[in-house]
C-alpha cells in the first residue's frame, strides 16, 4: 500500500516567520493530497488539499505544492502566528481506493 | 460541530472486555470511516462503509468489529479489549474517500 513519510516531526518558528512541512508518497497512482490541522486535544481538520492535476494551491497564508515526479508534496504557512502552532498531518490517496493514508505528523509550535 | 459526535469522549476498560464506541453523524454522508491515533504512526484506518450494510477492512482491522445498519451510525466494536488497542479513536465521514473528512472529536480509549 501507500506509504507516506512527513518531515520534521516537530519544528519551531518565530511569529512572522514562514514555515515548511514536507512529505513523500510511494504509489505513483496517489492523486488527492489533503493537509489536516490538529490543535491538542482537537479533532483534526481540514486545511487545504490539491490534486495531481495541480502543481500549486494557495489560501491565504497557506499553500501547497505538488511535484508528482518526484513524488512529494509540501505545505507552506507565512507569516505565522501563535494560533498556527499544532499538529499538521499529510496524506495521500488514490481516487476510488479504500484508504486516506497520512503522514506522522508535524508539531509547530509558533514562538511569540 | 455537532455534525458528528462520538460516544463516549473517555473510557477505561480491563484487558478481554468488550467495548463499543459510538459514531454519529447528521449530514447523511455516505463513507464513514473510524481511525485510531498512536504517537509515532499518524492517523491509520481500522474500518470503512461506502454505505449502510457496506462495510470493508482498513489497515489494521484485526481484533476490531464495526457494523453499519444505518447511514448516520457507524459503532466500533473490540470484541476483546488488548493494552495494545489503547489509544485515542477518532469516527469520520464523507463523500468519497478522496474528499474532505470531517471527524468527530475522538474517544481517548485505556485498556488496562
Known amino acids: 500500500g501507500e506509504n507516506v513519510e512527513q518531515h520534521p516531526s516537530t519544528l519551531s518558528v518565530q511569529e512572522g516567520d514562514s514555515a515548511v512541512i514536507k512529505c513523500t508518497y510511494s504509489?505513483?497512482?496517489?492523486?488527492?493530497f489533503p493537509w489536516y490541522k490538529q490543535e491538542l486535544g482537537k479533532r483534526p481538520q481540514l486545511i487545504i488539499d490539491?490534486?495531481?492535476?495541480?502543481g500549486e494551491k494557495k489560501d491565504q497564508r497557506i499553500a501547497v505544492t505538488l511535484n508528482k515526479t518526484a513524488k512529494h508534496f509540501s505545505l507552506h504557512i507565512t507569516e505565522t502566528q501563535p494560533e498556527d502552532s499544532a499538529v499538521y498531518f499529510c496524506?495521500?490517496?488514490?481516487?476510488?481506493?479504500?484508504?486516506?493514508?497520512f503522514g506522522t505528523g508535524t508539531r509547530l509550535t509558533v514562538i511569540p | 460541530d455537532a455534525g458528528i459526535t462520538q460516544s463516549p469522549r473517555y473510557k477505561i476498560t480491563e484487558t478481554g472486555r468488550q467495548v463499543t464506541l459510538m459514531c454519529h453523524q447528521t449530514?447523511?454522508?455516505?463513507?464513514m470511516f473510524w481511525y485510531r491515533q498512536d504517537l509515532g504512526h499518524g492517523l491509520r484506518l481500522i474500518y470503512y462503509?461506502?454505505?449502510?450494510?457496506?462495510?470493508d477492512k482498513g489497515e489494521v482491522p484485526d481484533g476490531y468489529v464495526v457494523s453499519r445498519s444505518k447511514t448516520e451510525n457507524f459503532p466500533l466494536t473490540l470484541e476483546s479489549a488488548t493494552r495494545s488497542q489503547t489509544s485515542v479513536y477518532f469516527c469520520?465521514?464523507?463523500?468519497?474517500?478522496?474528499?474532505?473528512?470531517?471527524f468527530g472529536q475522538g474517544t481517548r480509549l485505556t485498556v488496562v
Open positions: 462503509s461506502a454505505a449502510a450494510d457496506i462495510t
Open positions: 496524506a495521500a490517496s488514490i481516487t476510488g481506493a479504500n484508504n486516506l493514508f
Open positions: 504509489d505513483s497512482a496517489s492523486n488527492y
Open positions: 449530514w447523511s454522508h455516505s463513507y
Open positions: 490539491i490534486r495531481s492535476n495541480v
Open positions: 469520520a465521514s464523507g463523500t468519497g474517500t478522496s474528499t474532505e473528512a470531517f
